[in-house]
């Protein structure tokens, strides 16, 4: 058994809190449910899960290959389409200006392999749901 817990306060309009461990995050029905959205709903912890599970994933990829990184960040988006749920994912790698040719192409293959490695998103594949990367590297 996990030692992730949710507390709920309140009726459709109330709100909670995933708890694991020391850390909370707070959750609630969102507002086009008629709940309060005061908090992550499950569509955002969803998408924040793949999130993390490819950035961290990159992030590891990142420093095995050593490549000169400056900055990273991500952003993430999660949608409806008629058929499915789609996730974009746009990882957005600064590299130095040291970098070369060779390390860009290799930041390029290291978003593939967070891609194809990524726990959560070879879960959500499976059911699925389409995850789309829009690769951003430039050098500065």
């Not at 086009?32 to 955002?44: I, T, V």
């Not at 999660?78 to 058929?83: E, L, M, Q, Y």
């Not at 060779?102 to 978003?111: F, G, L, V």
């Not at 998103?121 to 690769?135: D, F, W």
């Amino acid at each position: 058994m996990s030692d992730l817990r949710i507390n709920w306060s309140g009726d459709r309009k109330g709100n909670g809190q995933v708890i694991y461990g020391d850390q909370t995050l707070p959750v609630a029905i969102p507002k086009e449910f008629q709940g309060s959205g005061e908090g992550f709903g499950p569509k955002e912890l969803l998408a924040a899960s793949a999130a993390t599970c490819f950035y961290t994933t990159l992030l590891h990829l990142v420093e095995v290959r050593k490549l000169p990184v400056i900055s990273f960040d991500m952003a993430t988006e999660i949608t409806n389409s008629d058929k499915n749920l789609e996730i974009y994912h746009e990882p957005k790698l600064v590299l130095s200006t040291s970098a070369s040719a060779e390390d860009k192409a290799a930041a390029e293959r290291a978003i593939d392999s967070a891609d194809k490695t990524c726990a959560v998103g070879n879960i959500l594949k499976t059911a699925g749901i389409h995850i789309q990367i829009q690769k951003n590297i430039t050098i500065e």
